[in-house]
């Protein structure tokens, strides 16, 4: 009931609750607002000190590359070796290439041989590789690595390092050398070039470099190594270092991972099949080079071991004995490196023949033993396709 008819008793009530609440909103208000600018003073701050580091990103560009991203790497590797002669074949390459069909997923192709000659002429070659007579038009490299692509097949670069009869006879200051300074050669009449001297790991680099340009997916080092067989009391090794052979190995493998892995290759490198067993006094030190390898191929012939080698009487006659006894202390020697271990495997005849039976026999060993695959290596190459089968 009104006691006027434009009056409510509660009106003052209602009309001090609604000036409560509308005190309220203003305050929400202005807290909001206020929250408002700090929020958009934060997101101004941030912006100009994201901009700012963008601009200092750009003007200073960050330390190291991103490494490109790395060719597909076969599950398990089956190749074989061949030599930049008979690549330069006609038809040649496209025979090995056609093992395909019966497993091969893997080339190795010689860049840089036992000779020191390159397969081929490139204006990425160093220039010290026409100077001496090294550069050899063998192949065509893009072709080749284009080809080996098309196929499916990954290519692998064999580079001979510090043997090199080339480089050390054109070059005596480079070389291995007698007292009397001349070039020393080894047992089988071959040249040496200083481990020691960076101006000849500049050279080598720089020739499995052209090879990574041209599209080779990994640059293999062989003879990565000290001499091991001649006149060894004879030899001089001009700007020797007092360190052990093994640093000397390890030094310029450093070297060449800082130079050729910006490319976009793996690199590996050969050792000795008894590498892992006791030190042979070149260098080779298994765990040392694995700080800078994706793989090491350890070349397990059968025919390479001395009698009663592994507490075997003949280690050729026990092809699969061999090479298990000789991959389970490669496995011991790099555990916890990370380091792929892929064997050289022998698919040729020294002092036993060796057929289709002896070479699968070794691939069971190598695969029994967790190897990343295997290479077979005949110097004629002349392989026994069917050992290419996979597991």
Known sequence: ???????????????????????????????????????????????????????RAIARPARSAARPALPRLPKEMRGVHVTM??????????????????????????????????????????????????????????????????????????????????????????????????????????????????????????????????????????????????????????????????RTIERFLAYAASRLRPLGVRLSADLFGLAATRDLGIGQVPRWIARHVDAIYPMVYPSHYVPGEYDLVEPEAFPGSTVSRSLQRFRRQLKGTGVRIVPWLQDFSLRRPYGVEEVAEQVDAARRQGAAGFLLWNPEGVYHPEALRGP
């Open 1 to 55: 009931m009104y006691i006027h008819g434009r009056l409510d008793p509660h009106e003052p009530f209602r009309e001090r609750r609604r000036r409560a609440r509308r005190r309220k909103r203003l305050r929400r208000a202005a807290l909001a607002a206020i929250l408002l600018a700090l929020a958009a003073g934060v997101a101004l701050g941030a912006s100009f000190m994201t901009r700012g580091h963008s601009q």
């Open 85 to 246: 002669g008979l690549a330069s074949l006609p038809g040649k390459l496209d025979e090995y290439l056609a093992l395909r069909r019966y497993g091969l997923n893997a080339l190795e192709l010689d860049v840089k041989d036992e000779n020191g000659h390159v397969g081929f002429v490139t204006s990425d070659l160093p220039a010290l590789a026409p100077a001496v007579g090294a550069a050899r038009p063998y192949y065509d490299p893009v072709q080749v690595a284009r080809r080996a692509r098309a196929a499916g097949v990954y290519l692998i670069g064999r580079v001979v390092v510090f043997q090199d009869s080339q480089l050390a006879a054109s070059r005596p200051d480079l070389a291995v050398q007698r007292p009397d300074g001349s070039s020393w050669v080894d047992a089988a009449g071959r040249g040496w070039v200083s481990p020691y001297d960076r101006r000849v790991w500049r050279y080598v680099v720089g020739v499995a470099a052209a090879a990574a340009r041209a599209g080779f997916d990994e640059i293999q080092l062989d003879y990565v190594r000290f001499p091991s067989e001649g006149d060894l009391s004879s030899l001089v090794y001009p700007g020797r270092q007092d360190e052990p052979k093994g």
